[in-house]
């Protein structure tokens, strides 16, 4: 299971930190990811690190968001800083977890926490 939280209503130019923790039978975490969805859009890949620590950022966020993720809790971060009003939407988190050694790695998210950028 997967719970995100730290969304909420910002100005233009500020700053927000999402965080989801995954709990329940986990072997490894291999990726964790941040997604979004705007109203009316597509979901989009925002930022993910792998568990090597490659990380990788949507063009759009480079050089504003930072991911980083704290594998003895099991939890990834998002800092947003600043924000602007296209950052709006709902922002989801993905883990790529094997359960046990000897499953498949699947794919899991989270439900999600509102992201709204306005004045």
């Known amino acids: 299971q997967l719970q995100a939280s730290g969304g909420g209503l910002v100005q233009p130019g500020g700053s927000l930190r999402l965080s989801c923790a995954a709990s329940?039978?986990?072997?490894?975490?291999?990726?964790m990811d941040w997604h979004r969805q705007a109203p009316g859009k597509q979901r989009e890949l925002v930022a993910g690190v792998t568990s090597g620590g490659t990380i990788n950022y949507a063009d759009s966020v480079k050089g504003r968001f930072t991911i980083s993720r704290d594998n003895a809790k099991n939890t990834v971060y998002l800092q947003m800083n600043s924000l602007q009003p296209e950052d709006t939407a709902v922002y989801y988190c993905n883990y790529v977890i094997q359960i046990l050694p000897l499953n498949a790695p699947e794919s899991y998210w989270g439900k999600g926490t509102l992201v709204t950028v306005s004045s």
């Open positions: 329940g039978r986990i072997f490894r975490i291999n990726t």
